[in-house]
């Protein structure tokens, strides 16, 4: 079963993202990962950094266990919602 490559894309975002495999620039990968794997599939995806901060920082769990703000299927949106075809 394929998936649309908007939420490949999405997931991946996501899954970088609040995974926190690194020490540092988790968010920074994410982003440029699924920009990237969208790329290569002819897509580009909208930036706007304000809305982009959010989002990752959405991501993280709050301290005290607050659940995160944002889930992978709000970076999946945000992916549907900023692809386009790259000219």
Partial sequence: MHSPLEKMAGLLLY?????????DGNKRT??????????????????????VNDLMCGFAEG????????R???????VFDNVMPRE
């Fill in 15 to 23: 899954r970088i993202a609040q995974g926190q495999f690194f020490l």
């Fill in 30 to 51: 994410a982003v440029v990962a699924a920009t990237i794997f969208l790329s290569n599939h002819g897509l580009l995806l909208r930036l706007d950094r304000p809305t």
């Fill in 63 to 70: 301290e005290g266990g607050v659940p995160a703000k944002y």
């Fill in 72 to 78: 992978d299927q709000d970076a999946v949106q945000f």
